[in-house]
């Protein structure tokens, strides 16, 4: 304690302009599956799960972000990343769009667009990317470069005619025609081509074929767009490992037709992990001397507490922490801010009084009042099922409403900020302050007038200050140490 005790007395605040910025989001990440999944972690290398830290726990700075929506007290992923990306709340299910849309009304988004600060990032000079355990078109994704009135219109297929009719593009297209995105890794291969065409890795599955009823091949779009550049795409880790970081300019990867596989269940001889995705993605942007923007999202947190699969949700989220890790070992603290948050909780709770080093996925010591045992992680509502062979990576745990797909939460989530003007989260916030104090940290988008103050004083005057701001700490602790010479 007294360690932790003294780190905060000599906490500071880094007051340099963020030349990059790494944003994780982890879907669905509630502080329950944070509290879990520190366990997990712990239990996985036989450590003392209940005191395990994970890496983006030790950040100093920590605030709660408010995810309702405008017209639901519980909010999807769509609206959420929204309002993470663009700073606007707005409604279920549509993305990129501001709340005069209208969920699955093509003709509500024209002239309600909003752009996400991947391009206020762009428009500074910065390289920018996306990494997700999802399809790249997923709800969180797809709020970084699209404007949709549905967050379904994942390709032209998907869409209604009228949409269509309308002048509506679909979020694949818009992937590839919206903005340069120069990293983009992920899945998602079957919604950039032609309806019918063979998947290289599934060619015999029907499911896994391309779905385009315009007949377009996006991924040959995005190649002849980049024509001239050292840009590749990839659909295996064999070919994701080749790519030389130092002569590529643009990569987009997509390793699966849809999502990607859940962690516990990755062939690693074809799909790279999330730390692995982040490495390369970090590796390639950081090259951009004006620096970069990254989002990372662990997306199948959100779908394994769909399917009330908490072994799942909990090893993604494990994932998700090891990715942060490499984030951090390949930046530096004084020009790269990082945070982790999350966009919305699930009805996920940790219960059962457990005795110190129980299994996070096992049973409660007691019983209920049918005399019949229950896991100590539970749900609200879900698919639920009966206490059978919990240690499974597939059990289904217990909930008290029985329902298809186990929904969202709506209690805040947790933001964790290290880096230049992290302490600009504090307290609690709505959602949609997230990207305007980012843009702030990094001088981009509109609110820049404190940039030329930032630049006229430069790195030394930068020192100075951050000198000031360590003398107090400094003379505590060398009174301290006179103190106990004296004693």
């Given at each position: 304690?007294?360690?932790?005790?003294?780190?905060?007395?000599?906490?500071?605040?880094?007051?340099?302009?963020?030349?990059?910025?790494?944003?994780?989001?982890?879907?669905?990440?509630?502080?329950?599956?944070?509290?879990?999944?520190?366990?997990?972690?712990?239990?996985?290398?036989?450590?003392?799960?209940?005191?395990?830290?994970?890496?983006?726990?030790?950040?100093?700075?920590?605030?709660?972000?408010?995810?309702?929506?405008?017209?639901?007290?519980?909010?999807?992923?769509?609206?959420?990343?929204?309002?993470?990306?663009?700073?606007?709340?707005?409604?279920m299910n549509i993305v990129g769009i501001s709340a005069a849309g209208r969920n699955g009304v093509c003709h509500s988004q024209k002239g309600n667009e909003v752009t996400s600060i991947l391009k206020w990032a762009k428009d500074e000079g910065k390289s920018v990317g996306i990494v997700t355990t999802t399809r790249v078109q997923h709800g969180t994704p797809a709020a970084a470069y699209a404007h949709s009135a549905s967050r379904k219109w994942y390709s032209d297929s998907d869409m209604p005619s009228s949409a269509k009719k309308d002048g509506c593009k679909d979020i694949a297209y818009q992937l590839v025609f919206n903005m340069d995105i120069d990293v983009v890794i992920g899945g998602g291969r079957k919604y950039m081509t032609p309806r019918g065409t063979r998947d290289p890795e599934y060619p015999n599955d029907l499911k896994s074929r391309g779905k385009r009823d315009d007949k377009l091949d996006l991924i040959a779009e995005w190649q002849m767009r980049r024509a001239g550049q050292a840009a590749y795409y990839v659909w295996n880790k064999e070919d994701f490992d080749r790519v030389d970081v130092n002569g590529t300019d643009a990569l987009l990867a997509l390793f699966e037709p849809g999502d990607l596989r859940?962690?516990?269940?990755?062939?690693?001889?074809?799909?790279?992990?999330?730390?692995?995705?982040?490495?390369?993605?970090?590796?390639?942007?950081?090259?951009?001397p004006k620096g970069?923007?990254?989002?990372?999202?662990?997306?199948?947190?959100?779908?394994?507490?769909?399917?009330?699969?908490?072994?799942?949700?909990?090893?993604?989220?494990?994932?998700?922490?090891?990715?942060?890790?490499?984030?951090?070992?390949?930046?530096?603290e004084e020009d790269t801010l990082t945070v982790v948050s999350a966009d919305h909780s699930h009805g996920f709770v940790f219960t059962g009084y457990p005795f110190r080093g129980s299994s996070i996925l096992g049973k409660s010591p007691l019983f209920g009042r049918d005399n019949l045992p229950y896991t100590t992680l539970l749900y609200g509502n879900g698919p639920g099922y009966k206490v059978e062979n919990n240690t499974s990576k597939d059990y289904v745990q217990q909930s008290a409403v029985p329902v298809d797909s186990e929904t969202h939460g709506g209690e805040d989530v947790a933001i964790f900020a290290h880096g230049p003007m992290a302490h600009l989260f504090h307290g609690v916030?709505?959602?949609?302050?997230?990207?305007?104090?980012?843009?702030?940290?990094?001088?981009?988008?509109?609110?820049?007038?404190?940039?030329?103050?930032?630049?006229?004083?430069?790195?030394?005057?930068?020192?100075?200050?951050?000198?000031a701001q360590l003398l107090p700490s400094l003379l505590i602790t060398f009174l301290g140490y006179l103190l106990a010479q004296g004693s």
């Open positions: 304690m007294t360690s932790t005790l003294l780190n905060a007395l000599h906490l500071h605040r880094n007051e340099n302009v963020a030349k990059n910025i790494v944003f994780f989001l982890g879907d669905g990440m509630g502080i329950t599956t944070i509290t879990a999944a520190r366990i997990l972690k712990g239990q996985l290398e036989n450590k003392n799960g209940e005191q395990t830290v994970l890496t983006f726990e030790a950040f100093p700075h920590v605030a709660l972000s408010k995810t309702y929506n405008t017209d639901f007290q519980i909010s999807d992923s769509a609206s959420t990343a929204t309002a993470i990306l663009c700073g606007v709340k707005t409604n859940y962690e516990l269940e990755r062939d690693s001889t074809m799909d790279p992990s999330l730390p692995e995705m982040t490495k390369k993605a970090i590796s390639i942007l950081q090259k951009n970069f923007f990254l989002l990372v999202e662990g997306g199948r947190i959100d779908q394994g507490h769909h399917a009330s699969q908490a072994a799942m949700a909990l090893h993604e989220t494990v994932m998700l922490d090891r990715a942060v890790e490499v984030a951090l070992a390949l930046t530096k916030h709505e959602q949609n302050y997230i990207p305007h104090a980012l843009a702030y940290a990094a001088c981009i988008g509109e609110n820049k007038n404190h940039c030329a103050n930032v630049a006229a004083r430069g790195p030394a005057s930068i020192g100075v200050a951050l000198a």
